[in-house]
């Protein structure tokens, strides 16, 4: 088993991180516009990427927990097959000034070259979090930043 | 053991990327200006990093393997007791236009949360690197980019 960790620092208080990561109007300002579904625990939040107008595919994830400033929890039910059952964590603490972000999605089964491009990608998507945050603007899709051939 | 693992395509042919790996003054562009040493095989290269004026640290790196258009491998001899002794990798080959690089960053002896910071730094400078062979400019340190409290 293998996992993909980061870690980012956000200039703002920890209750607005939360949001930004435990609603889907949240999830559509810095990871990909096209976020819907139900975002209660036990719901399943639908998150789609479309690009020139032509949709690339997407996860389907059920939210596990939710624990309002602290952690956030989803597990892919639908998506590419390296993804599927894997679990995606947010976990929040407070430091000085900084909301700390630690981030984790695990489950891998392999450590295949898909896995090391989603790791570079979950940087520049939790880099677009940050700006979400701190500044009112994020990335998301189709606005990300392009890291490769791959997108 | 831990990897980190990212992957970033470039768009210039490879002999471009892997001189910016393979010598001090390549990775000075995109990684920390204060690049010296010795960049043959069996040589080592010190990276430093200041900000404001002060010195943070940085690492001494063995170099293990120079493949040219292939592969750079690195091993660290001096620097944070959780870096001592892991290797760092750039796995190169052509995809088309692109330039593949499949980043790994191997030996950690456990996920701790500075892991989890460098993973997502490195991620930053991989994109600094594509930067400075697809434009000429990269953001090496002390201009690269700020993801947190801890830099």
């Given amino acids: ?30 990871w990909t516009t096209d976020a819907r579904g139900d975002s209660k625990v036990g719901g399943v939040l639908k998150f789609r990427f479309t690009r020139d107008g032509k949709e690339l595919g997407g996860f389907d ?11 956030v929890l989803w597990q892919v039910v639908e998506g590419p097959a390296e993804w599927m059952a894997t679990r ?21 089964k392999e450590p295949v070259e898909f896995m090391s491009h989603c790791s570079t990608k979950w940087a520049i998507f939790l880099m ?10 994020g990335q998301p899709t189709p606005d990300d930043v392009q890291i490769s051939d791959w997108h």
């Fill in 1 to 30: 088993m293998v996992d993909i960790l980061h870690r980012v620092g956000i200039k703002a208080p920890l209750d607005q991180v939360y949001k930004a990561l435990a609603t889907s109007e949240g999830v559509a300002g810095w």
């Fill in 61 to 71: 994830m059920k939210v596990l927990e939710l624990a309002p400033g602290k952690r």
């Fill in 88 to 108: 995606i964590s947010f976990e929040l603490r407070q430091e000085g000034a900084y909301s700390i972000v630690l981030f984790k999605h695990e489950g891998w």
């Fill in 128 to 137: 677009s979090l940050k700006s979400l945050v701190e500044t009112g603007k």
